[in-house]
């Protein structure tokens, strides 16, 4: 689960995933060949415990769908910087719906606490970040899309796997709805786990019997609690915490793979930038700093980690870490970003598309998603305004400028 498609999901949730080249149209399918492709896979299916019944039954109304294979291979049309991520991640609005779901959801959250010890925090803005608390979970059919690159494209054993380990989940009764949807790649429910994740890590929270990640917030929460506890969360421990970098701080030291002891980094003059003590000085911790010296800068720890291989990049692991501090009562970050142009918040990419669409530009829905379309109305706006780079990023200028009348 730890790889690009892992994160497909959380890219989708940026509006991040529209703009993507669109070179390649899909093959045409094959229903001969995806015939006798599942009928082999119909073998594995059986040596693993589903009957032939059984896998008929799951299997018997499957068509290829194609056109998820364009999106094995695509790349990002636009790069986007960590700071805009984070903004459209930790924005007001995610935070005061956090704030909500741990009020609602309080004795639950202790419940889980107690039992698989993580903090509701924590767990809440992974559900935050995932699936924006269960709002957001993917469109396309779960195995269709599945089936579909188990048998085409260039990552079929794994998908044959992730395709497999749904059907036992749907055989085993976990899942009940054979049309359930997710990310093209698999991922789905509150959690977006891949299929073979909810099968190693899905608990019954509920006391139903099943493992329900797609309707039970029970099931769901602990079982994002129960991920993080076996990727080695220690109950009790910050992620870590922002820090001030010392003048010279040679900033080839940062890199969450390199681990010393916090006395070790506090001897170079790691200070916390809220005045507070670092932790005990043998404990392992690593800075990272995701934009150089001149951005925000972070002492990490082992917990750190677990959230990150959860998601298994940097920018989604500190919009967890940052969000959890705001549904704690932080007020954000100190240092500012490297930027004159910083990020928005969800509500203020919707203004910027009202903005758009009020100057002509055919953009689609209104839906705080920047797509390509958005992109190209944005860089459009950034030529007729003389702005440079023209790159279409959905920013604070261009909102400001646009937002002037220019
Ligand atoms: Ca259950």
């Given at each position: 689960m730890k790889t690009r498609l892992r994160t497909a999901m959380v890219f989708a949730l940026l509006g991040a995933v529209g703009a993507v080249s669109a070179a390649a149209p899909p093959p045409p399918a094959d229903a001969a060949a995806f015939?006798?492709?599942?009928?082999?896979?119909?073998?594995?299916?059986?040596?693993?415990?589903?009957?032939?019944?059984?896998?008929?039954?799951?299997?018997?109304?499957?068509?290829?769908?194609?056109?998820?294979?364009?999106?094995?291979?695509?790349?990002?049309?636009?790069?986007?910087?960590?700071?805009?991520?984070?903004?459209?991640?930790?924005?007001?609005?995610?935070?005061t719906d956090g704030r909500a779901m741990l009020a609602e959801h309080r004795d639950l959250l202790a419940r889980v606490a107690a039992q698989h010890g993580v903090d509701a925090e924590t767990v809440v803005a992974v559900w935050g970040v995932e699936s924006d608390y269960g709002r957001i979970s993917g469109k396309r059919?779960?195995?269709?899309?599945?089936a579909t690159l188990a048998c085409n494209g260039r990552r079929q054993p794994f998908f044959r796997g992730e395709f497999l380990a749904l059907l036992k989940l749907l055989h085993a009764g976990d899942l009940r709805d054979p049309g359930l949807t997710g990310s093209w790649a698999g991922a789905f429910g509150h959690t977006q786990f891949m299929p073979s994740t909810y099968a190693r890590i899905a608990v019954d929270f509920d006391g139903d019997g099943r493992r329900d990640l797609v309707d039970s917030i029970p099931d769901a929460l602990a079982s994002t609690a129960h991920y993080l506890a076996r990727a080695g969360w220690r109950t009790g421990q910050p992620w870590g915490y922002e820090v001030r970098l010392p003048a010279g701080f040679a900033i080839a030291q940062a890199g969450r793979t390199n681990r010393r002891p916090v006395s070790d980094w506090a001897a170079r003059g790691i200070v916390r930038v809220d005045g507070g003590a670092l932790p005990a000085g043998d404990t392992r911790a690593a800075v990272i700093a995701p934009t150089g010296a001149t951005g925000p800068a972070f002492l990490v720890l082992r917990n750190y980690d677990a959230i990150y291989s959860y998601n298994a990049a940097e920018s989604y692991a500190l919009a967890i870490a940052l969000l959890a501090d705001r549904l704690r009562g932080g007020t954000g970050l100190v240092a500012a970003w490297p930027t004159d142009d910083p990020g928005l918040s969800r509500a203020q990419r919707r203004e910027l598309q009202t903005l758009l669409v009020a100057r002509g530009h055919d953009i689609g829905e209104v839906d705080g998603m920047i797509g390509t379309a958005t992109r190209r109305a944005i860089q459009a706006e950034q030529r007729r305004l003389g702005l440079s780079p023209d790159d279409g990023r959905a920013g604070r200028r261009i909102l400001d400028a646009l937002q002037a009348g220019r």
């Open positions: 015939a006798r492709c599942l009928a082999g896979i119909r073998g594995d299916a059986a040596r693993q415990g589903i009957p032939g019944e059984a896998f008929d039954r799951l299997t018997a109304d499957l068509q290829p769908d194609m056109s998820v294979l364009p999106l094995l291979d695509a790349q990002p049309e636009f790069t986007t910087p960590l700071w805009d991520y984070l903004a459209g991640l930790v924005d007001e609005q995610r935070v059919p779960l195995r269709v899309s599945l």
